[in-house]
């Protein structure tokens, strides 16, 4: 399953969010990404309500309805290219990786 240039964009736009909270754009030396813990954000905005249901899905930058998938397919993407970077890894043979 592909991700979405929207899935991306909002992945890139959580980790801009941070760097520039904590002042490590351009700082040199800081490296980080939102790509592990977007998709558990995404999950939480899929299954929340009320306030925190807004308040997470501002935070991926996705509909809270569209959250559960859009970190599906970024979770499966994730995977195929460990599998794909580390043939060693235990990927299940009808990944076509085994």
Known sequence: MPVTNATIRAVNALTTRWAEAWGAAGAGGTVFSAAGVWPLLAFLADGADGTARAELADA????AEEAAGAARELLG???????AVMPAA?????????
């Not at 991926?60 to 509909?63: F, H, I, K, R």
């Not at 993407?77 to 599998?83: N, Y």
């Not at 235990?90 to 085994?98: E, H, S, T």
């Open 60 to 63: 991926v930058g996705l509909p």
């Open 90 to 98: 235990a990927c299940p043979a009808a990944w076509g990786y085994a």
């Open 77 to 83: 993407a994730m995977a195929a290219m460990g599998c």
